[in-house]
């Protein structure tokens, strides 16, 4: 297997890194960190010397490149067949692809109105699209807890390519207060937080300068 290359963005800023990153770390991969901060004139051309789309993220493999997060994650299941990133049982299978699938494509009025920012802390008034799209989420996090999580603190089970696509949600809830008062849901996003390589990725997002608003803490 030639070495792999992970190109990111700003670890506080960049949910569609996350993804990638988790998945890679939960199927025990090694691989290089290439981080290109988002947000300033030289970024886009930065990004293009490893992703013909100029986006991060990016997976670097020889002379092959995979460009997309999801795509990414799928990747990393196909090196790591044992490590379990997708259910072994078809039909947890197809009910984790369509999740993550659904998250790869849509909520965006909550990707608008609550955008990923590891280090903040704020209440804001939620519009009824996005009120939409939090119980949507929720009602999918229930379901896949309730009918395929088991004795795993995960989605289903354990940590897989489903929660990695839902873990920048974890962290938008968090950040602008959105209530969780439902305990499957408060126990999930609390597992997500406490994950350690989440843990790993938020820390060192921590320790980012960059800020991108002047209001930010």
Request: hydrophobic residues 45%.
């Amino acid at each position: 297997m030639a070495a792999l290359t992970l190109v990111i963005g700003n670890k506080n800023y960049s949910s569609w890194s996350l993804r990638p990153w988790l998945a890679l770390r939960a199927a025990g991969l090694p691989f290089e960190e290439v981080l290109i901060p988002l947000y300033r004139s030289e970024s886009k051309a930065q990004i293009l010397r490893w992703s013909p789309s100029g986006k991060v993220p990016a997976l670097v493999e020889g002379d092959s490149v995979t460009w997309d997060s999801l795509a990414i994650c799928e990747r990393a299941a196909e090196l790591a067949p044992t490590a379990g990133l997708w259910p072994a049982d078809a039909v947890a299978r197809a009910f984790a692809r369509s999740v993550s699938a659904e998250m790869h494509a849509g909520f965006m009025a909550l990707r608008t109105l609550c955008p990923c920012n590891l280090r903040l802390r704020a209440n804001r008034p939620l519009t009824p699209e996005v009120e939409a799209d939090v119980a949507r989420i929720r009602s999918l996090w229930r379901e896949c807890r309730e009918r395929f999580g088991g004795s795993g603190e995960f989605l289903f089970g354990r940590f897989g390519i489903a929660d990695a696509m839902y873990a920048p949600v974890v962290t938008r809830f968090r950040s602008w207060g959105v209530p969780i008062e439902d305990p499957v849901v408060r126990r999930y996003s609390g597992a997500v937080l406490d994950w350690p390589h989440f843990r790993e990725w938020e820390e060192a997002a921590l320790q980012e300068t960059e800020r991108i608003d002047s209001s930010e803490p």
